[in-house]
């Protein structure tokens, strides 16, 4: 399985800030997700992020909030814009690799907002 | 209903016994199904994956799927207490986005 990279793994921001978490898979992949999962909860997908074009967002999500960025087949960017307390959540990247049917995650970012 | 459903528990099981995980879902052309173990703290990690009827055995895990009655189960065998964690059910959706849905959920906890 491909290995994958997210940076930070972890930090607190404060309220009306914005944080970028970057995603590095070691091998080209055809697929990658962002989720993200609050605590004590299951796992919301985010969007998906497309490799030069913009990310399909899922029900709830928008670009203004949740600007993403997938310049190539390794590499992709989520930023969580002016964040609030209630975006503290960990937030996941996950990949399918090619010629492969199976997601696998990243090991996560851990954001705490104040 | 939901699309993947599964009893948040927690599911308590003693060391050595057989943990029985289950999950059922709403569309029957529902075809590719995963099981996730998920440590607290920590991200999901992929233990097995099923696309056809009957069981799928690796190491002390089965997986079980029966699209008939719309269910996937998980069967550990010679159950450690390092097996306890959550464990996610997701489904493949459907279309060509392959985005998975995920199920809650279940909450295992093997006692010494």
């Known amino acids: 399985s491909a290995v994958i990279s997210q940076k930070p793994s972890r930090d607190i921001c404060q309220r009306g800030t914005s944080l970028t978490i970057q995603c590095q898979v070691d091998?080209?992949?055809?697929?990658m997700f962002w989720y993200r999962q609050q605590p004590g909860q299951s796992l919301t997908l985010i969007a998906t992020?497309?490799?030069?074009?913009?990310?399909?967002?899922e029900s709830g999500f928008v670009i203004d909030k949740f600007p993403i960025s997938r310049p190539n087949l390794t590499f992709s960017t989520l930023t969580v814009s002016n964040m609030s307390p209630e975006d503290s959540s960990i937030y996941l990247c996950?990949?399918?690799?090619?010629?492969?049917?199976?997601?696998?995650f990243g090991p996560g970012t851990r954001l705490l907002v104040l | 209903q939901k699309e993947v459903e599964q009893n948040s528990g927690p599911l308590s099981v003693p060391e050595g016994a057989i943990a029985s995980l289950n999950c059922t879902y709403s569309?029957?052309?529902?075809?590719?199904f995963f099981w996730y173990r998920q440590y607290s703290g920590k991200s999901p990690e992929l233990i097995m994956f099923?696309?056809s009827n009957g069981d799928k055995e690796d190491g002390r895990f089965t997986a079980q799927l029966n699209k008939a009655s719309q269910y996937v189960s998980l069967l550990i065998r010679d159950s450690q207490p390092s097996d306890s964690a959550t464990y996610l059910c997701?489904?493949?959706?459907?279309?060509?986005?392959?985005?998975?849905?995920w199920g809650l959920g279940t909450s295992l906890a093997v006692n010494p």
């Open positions: 997701a489904k493949l959706g459907a279309g060509n986005n392959r985005k998975l849905i």
């Open positions: 091998s080209q992949v055809t697929m």
């Open positions: 099923i696309y």
């Open positions: 569309d029957r052309g529902s075809q590719s």
């Open positions: 996950s990949v399918i690799s090619t010629h492969q049917e199976t997601q696998y």
């Open positions: 992020a497309n490799q030069g074009s913009e990310a399909t967002y």
